[in-house]
């Protein structure tokens, strides 16, 4: 078996994490696991395994044939038999397909903003969806869209999974009191909610002003991000809420802190919880997407409803006053995590599920 990922970019994200997670796990499975990055690198292309052939095509447009040719030729030196494509690159995947018919695509769907999926449409995706011989979706919500409105009969739900970090020994400098830090790791935008958290922030300073909150993701300089500043400014928490961007050692920051939250309006299933809950983190998060798959009673967590600030900072509250209760949680939370949401696991199930889609035995695509 011979796979390769495809992902747009390689910033810090939750497809792009998946994209490296699983090219990683593959190295060590199958006989070549590869990784392309169309449009971008960035910070996760460190975290790469050195067994992972990789290839950066810098695609300039949506339409770049030059790009498509040069993927072309990769795939056939390689003697690749799937492409894995994460997110929008299948219009990429499907493009070089049309030069090498017998490839298999399978399409992983990260979509995020799962708690209405009525309005989303894509002529393009549903007609590439008929290329596709296999879907993984990394939510139930997902799926059952898939299963409705693409034209695959091959859609299966895998949920996220969390490997070993990779990070950088660069250690870098937490603002705060050591033993009273609340982390955050979410990309700034609209459905992750930080406004929640912000406000949230506001009721805790006024009574546990030795906390601090420290946010980590990347800050895209648009409206929302100019709001979120903002917001910080009017109501004086430049000394309660730091923000470091995106970083490539999450978790040596994960071990340096005491609680973790994530206010999301929309979630799939969220890594941060799982990395979370790898590092031993009481979490508070709210009620969207498959988090409740995750903490799934009180004993690994708290959960509120979505966008309720009274719940959510009292929430937090809760952990910040109960040290036995908070650690509790985290060990609760990172024995379950690990049980249920291993790379080994999961990487057994998928290669499974590959081995037993239509005509695989007989695709031989680099000839």
Same mark, same amino acid.
């Given at each position: 078996m011979r796979i390769v990922q495809i992902i747009d970019s390689l910033e810090a994200g939750g497809a792009e994490k998946m994209a490296v997670n699983y090219a990683n796990a593959l190295a060590n499975t199958i006989e070549f696991s590869g990784l392309v990055a169309t449009r971008r690198e960035g910070l996760l292309l460190s975290q790469l395994n050195k067994n992972v052939s990789y290839l950066f095509l810098n695609k300039k447009g949506k339409k770049d044939l030059s790009a498509v040719f040069r993927l072309r030729k990769y795939l056939k030196e390689n003697k690749v038999n799937v492409i894995h494509a994460h997110s929008s690159s299948f219009f990429t995947a499907v493009l070089v397909k049309l030069t090498l018919l017998k490839i298999k695509i399978i399409w992983h769907d990260h979509y995020g903003i799962s708690q209405d999926l009525k309005q989303r449409k894509s002529t393009s995706l549903k007609i590439s969806s008929l290329f596709f011989s296999g879907i993984i979706s990394v939510n139930d919500a997902l799926k059952n869209w898939a299963v409705s409105y693409l034209w695959s009969s091959n859609v299966v739900y895998f949920p996220n999974f969390i490997s070993d970090f990779n990070d950088s020994e660069e250690e870098i400098k937490l603002n705060g009191i050591d033993g009273k830090r609340i982390v955050c790791v979410a990309n700034l935008r609209p459905q992750k909610n930080h406004k929640l958290l912000i406000e949230t922030a506001?009721?805790?300073?006024?009574?546990?002003?030795?906390?601090?909150?420290?946010?980590?993701?990347?800050?895209?300089?648009?409206?929302?991000?100019?709001?979120?500043?903002?917001? !910080?400014?009017?109501?004086?928490?430049?000394?309660?809420?730091?923000?470091?961007?995106?970083?490539?050692?999450?978790?040596?920051? =994960?071990?340096?802190?005491? !609680?973790?939250? &994530?206010? *999301? &309006? *929309?979630?799939?299933?969220?890594?941060?919880?799982?990395?979370?809950? =790898?590092?031993?983190l009481p979490v508070v998060a709210t009620n969207v997407g498959e988090i409740k798959k995750v903490i799934t009673s009180h004993h690994h967590g708290i959960i509120t409803e979505s966008d309720n600030l009274s719940e959510f900072s009292s929430a937090v509250e809760r952990l910040i006053t109960h040290v036995d209760e908070r650690q509790a949680k985290g060990e609760n939370l990172h024995k379950f995590v690990e049980l249920n949401y291993s790379e080994q696991s999961i990487i057994q199930e998928y290669v499974s599920w590959i081995k037993s889609l239509p005509n695989f035995a007989d695709n031989n695509s680099h000839k």
């Open positions: 506001s009721i805790i300073r006024d009574k546990f002003s030795d906390w601090s909150f420290h946010l980590f993701g990347k800050d895209f300089k648009d409206y929302y991000s100019a709001q979120l500043f903002q917001k !910080i400014k009017e109501l004086k928490l430049q000394d309660s809420i730091f923000f470091y961007g995106s970083i490539n050692n999450v978790g040596q920051v =994960l071990k340096r802190c005491n !609680i973790a939250v &994530l206010p *999301s &309006l *929309s979630e799939g299933l969220p890594l941060a919880v799982l990395e979370y809950g =790898l590092y031993k």
